[in-house]
């Protein structure tokens, strides 16, 4: 099999290239250029183009790069920074593999001639009894990347390899360390990719300017002031610069029309129910009981499925619009959407 193998940089992709050419495939390894602006993590630097090209030569496979930045600045940085402006918190990792990823690189593949693309990604791709593909959890939990791949169906699995889906994070590394790839021992990447440690709010307010807010209690009434409500999230607790409650604090409301953020205790933010939009199902629509992760290593709420309503099994916190709500049955992933 002819496999196109995206090489980030790191130990994942690493191994997972390697992983493959062993088993006898036909391996071209490739990066992804994304991101021309200053950034010191994730798969967007010159070092992690430079590591995976020495880790093909070790490998003895062919290596390229494809410039995807254009695509890439209008469909994931661009938006993320239009969700901020209208107050959502949004997911460019979810964007990235959506529009990236599992998109713009399985068509280039495609009519490069080639059977299937392979990622480092921790996640395992399931075949279910009635014969269809299905994303699952990886074998090491707390490396689970399932969460951010909810977006692929049977036409993209049917095209994809997660070699490392079946390995824990420990023994990724032992691997690499075995076949003397130099990424063996690199930290894993953080945070958004295309933006610096701790510049977050200069990238935003480069990009769409910050918007001082007043805060106030559920009752209305006025505890201070935040510089940017662009920066602040539902849930959120730290930050917020106001002192002299009694007990903790939480966004529970964001009110970007009158710039105003509402501040409350944590039972503020339980609700019974959760607006969930753009809903997209692998197979079929989801009846009785299911799993459903707000976060990308969030601890799994019970629920329901009604039309574009999560119905909790028990109150749960508020879900912050704009954040993923992903569906499981047990490690199996049935769909997600958009809280809203």
């Known amino acids: 099999m002819r496999i196109l193998a995206a090489m980030s940089g790191g130990v994942d992709s690493s191994v997972a290239a390697a992983l493959l050419a062993e088993e006898g495939h036909e391996v071209v390894g490739v990066t ?20 995976a090209r020495r880790v093909a030569d070790t490998l003895g496979i062919e290596h390229h790069v494809f410039n995807f930045g254009e695509d890439f600045n209008d469909r994931v940085v661009n938006r993320y920074a239009d969700a901020h402006a209208v107050g959502r918190t949004p997911n460019p990792c979810i964007e990235c593999n959506r529009h990236i990823k599992f998109d713009r690189l399985l068509l280039r593949a495609a009519a490069l001639g080639f059977d299937a693309v392979a990622t480092g990604h921790h996640a395992r791709i399931v075949t279910r009894s009635d014969g269809s593909l299905r994303v699952a959890r990886g074998a090491d939990l707390a490396k689970d990347q399932s969460y951010v791949l909810y977006m692929l169906g049977a036409a993209e699995l049917g095209s994809l390899k997660f070699p490392v889906g079946v390995l824990t994070k420990t023994e990724v590394r032992a691997m690499a360390g075995r076949m003397g790839l130099r990424t063996a021992c690199k930290p894993d990447s953080m945070g958004v990719c295309f933006i610096k440690r701790g510049t977050r709010p200069g990238f935003l307010a480069e990009r769409l300017g910050l918007t001082p807010a007043e805060v106030v209690d559920t009752s209305g009434r006025r505890l201070g002031e935040v510089a940017a409500l662009e920066l602040l999230t539902v849930g959120q607790r730290r930050g917020l610069g106001i002192g002299g409650l009694s007990a ?41 009981p299911i799993d459903v992760q707000t976060s990308a290593h969030g601890e799994p709420r019970r629920g329901n499925v009604d039309g574009e309503v999560v119905i909790w099994g028990e109150p749960q916190p508020r879900v912050a619009p704009g954040q993923s709500m992903v569906f499981y049955d047990g490690d199996c992933v049935l769909g997600g959407g958009v809280a809203a």
Do not use: N
């Open 248 to 288: 903790p604090a939480y966004v529970v409301d964001i009110d970007r029309a009158s710039a105003t953020v509402t501040v409350g205790d944590r039972p503020d933010l339980l609700t019974t129910t959760q607006r969930v939009a753009c809903l997209e199902w692998a197979g079929e629509v989801a009846s009785g």
């Open 32 to 51: 992804m250029k994304l991101w021309g602006g200053p950034s010191d993590v994730g798969c967007c630097s010159v070092a992690d183009v430079h590591d």
